[in-house]
Each structure stands twice: as structure tokens, then as C-alpha cells.
């Protein structure tokens, strides 16, 4: 069973649209994605700066763009995967994939999600550390005890906690026994209630989705690791999310469970292949990066 993920926020690296924009149509197809999300993708993805494309307005719409085409073009030969999921705002990219929404509502959604929750980022200055190591209870301790929330948890012994930065400093300062904190290139505390300011406009949006359909394979939810039969609900899940942690852990045990024998992560590829060589270890992983990675992601899925 193959499984292909989506990268969340912070896998944007400078130019790195720029080996996609090679192929064939990929130029068309960032143009109407740019459009749809009301993002120059094309510029922002060969030529800004790091600064640039960590504002949440560019970033997100770029990194679910190029999950898409390099989705397409896995998938063009009309190789399938067994299931597909996302980290944060790859759910969106993840619900492309699964047919629930198309790519130009999904590029729509990631638009308007990247400017509300930038928008509910600016009313209090936040930010987000990764805590890598140490005892999972005493790394939730210690980040409760600075006034700050688990965002994400991603397995492999990794967990982000969001919050105002003051706390984040302290935590930096005092990391638990056994553990590193890494501040985060994100502009805000995603996944807590500094976030609840942005789910109006995100639920709007996905009001406003006039085609939905159902996953035509298996789709798995970073809400609890679950998967999602109903593409209704898994659009709610979107609104959910913003404001919620991440349940990557779960998403991981949830893929053991049914079976994994691969995962291929989808551009901006690497966050989440790392950690499923430390969450899910002996699963092969290829994570595409570049056009030139999608050989060895064909071979494991013909495998």
C-alpha cells in the first residue's frame, strides 16, 4: 500500500518552482492556479526571497500548487496511489488529489486560507517552535507551563508548540530534558485559538465550493488520523483544522495500521519523509522534490 503526502507550511524553499516550470503546460497551469489563489506563483516561486515566501499569503498557495503538479504529473500515466493525506495546509492539496474538490477550488480555498489566517496572525505577534526529543510529558509540560499550545504532533519524537513569543524564548531557554526547540520560519501560532479569527472566512469559502465529491481513494484526516469517507465532512475538517493541532502522529499510525509499504511525498517534498523514516522506520520514501524525482516515485508505486 502506497500512500502519497502533502507538505504543510515551512517546506518553501527560494526558486524551487523553477524545475516544474519546465514541463510541458506547467506554465499554463501555475497561471490559472495564480488566478485562482490571486498569487503570482510563477514569481514568487523562481524569484523571491526566503523573507518573501514565508508571508503566509504566498506561502501556502505556493506550496499547495506545487503539490498539485507534481501530483498530475505522477499520476498522468495513470498510476494511483492506494491513499493520500496532508500536513495542515496540505489537506487542501490531499482533497485535490482525492477528487473531493478540483485544483482550481482548491488553489481558491488556499487563498483565501493563506490571507485570513495572516490576517488573524497579525493581531498578536506568534510563532511557532518544533521541540525535537526529550519525554513527550515533560515536553507537554513545559510548553503548557510557558503559556503555549501543542500545534502540531508529528510523531518520530517531534512536537511544535505555537504561542505568543515570549514563551517561545522561554522554552528555548529551558528546553525539557533530552530535547532541542527550533524556531520555526511561520508568521503566527497556527493550529491554536490565535487562528479562530480566520475559520469565518475559510468556512465561507468552502461554502462556496459548488462541486464536491467523495474521495475516490482512501483520505486520511491530520484531524485525528482518520479516514474520511464523505467529501462534506471533509471539507469542515478543513475549517477544523486551522484552529486545532495536528495529528500527524496519529496519521502515521494510522498508515502502519492499514498496511504501508511506501510513501512518496509530493513538492515541496522532505519534512514529512523525515519523519516517516524516524515514525514509520523500514517503509521505503521518496520524496519528489524536483521532476527528476518522479522515476523513483513511478517505481515504487509499480512496485
Not at 492499514?258 to 520524496?287: H, M, Y
Request: hydrophobic share 50%; proline share 5%.
Amino acid at each position: 500500500m502506497i500512500v502519497v503526502v502533502c507538505p504543510g507550511q515551512g517546506s518553501q524553499t527560494p526558486g524551487f518552482l523553477a524545475p516544474w516550470l519546465e514541463l510541458d503546460g506547467a506554465a499554463e497551469r501555475l497561471a490559472s492556479f495564480s488566478e485562482a489563489a490571486q498569487v503570482d506563483l510563477v514569481a514568487h516561486g523562481t524569484q523571491s526571497d526566503a523573507d518573501t515566501i514565508r508571508d503566509t499569503r504566498i506561502a501556502q498557495p505556493l506550496i499547495v500548487a506545487a503539490s498539485i503538479l507534481a501530483w498530475e504529473q505522477l499520476t498522468s500515466g495513470g498510476a494511483r496511489p492506494a491513499g493520500v493525506a496532508g500536513h495542515s495546509v496540505g489537506e487542501i492539496a490531499a482533497l485535490v488529489a482525492s477528487g473531493v474538490i478540483d485544483a482550481e477550488a482548491g488553489m481558491r480555498l488556499v487563498g483565501v486560507r493563506g490571507r485570513a489566517m495572516a490576517d488573524a496572525a497579525a493581531l498578536v505577534e506568534t510563532g511557532m517552535s518544533a521541540v525535537v526529543g526529550g519525554d513527550e510529558q515533560q515536553v507537554l509540560e513545559a510548553i503548557e507551563a510557558n503559556g503555549l499550545a501543542p500545534a502540531n504532533y508529528n510523531g518520530g519524537g517531534q512536537i511544535v508548540a505555537a504561542g505568543e513569543l515570549p514563551g517561545l524564548a522561554a522554552l528555548a531557554e529551558q528546553a525539557p530534558r533530552g530535547a532541542r526547540v527550533i524556531p520555526l520560519q511561520v508568521a503566527g501560532a497556527f493550529h491554536t485559538r490565535f487562528m479562530a479569527p480566520a475559520q469565518d472566512a475559510l468556512r465561507s469559502a468552502v461554502d462556496g465550493i459548488r462541486a464536491v465529491g467523495n474521495p475516490d481513494l482512501t483520505l486520511w484526516t491530520n484531524s485525528d488520523g482518520s479516514t474520511v469517507p464523505a467529501g462534506v465532512r471533509a471539507l469542515e475538517l478543513i475549517v477544523h483544522q486551522v484552529a486545532n493541532p495536528v495529528r500527524w502522529d496519529l496519521c502515521m499510525a494510522s498508515f502502519a495500521e492499514q498496511g504501508v509499504t511506501g510513501i512518496i511525498e509530493l513538492a515541496p517534498a522532505g519534512a514529512l519523509v523525515g519523519l516517516a523514516k524516524r515514525g514509520l522506520r523500514g517503509v521505503p520514501s521518496v520524496a519528489v522534490k524536483t521532476p527528476d524525482d518522479l522515476a523513483a516515485a513511478l517505481e515504487l508505486l509499480a512496485a
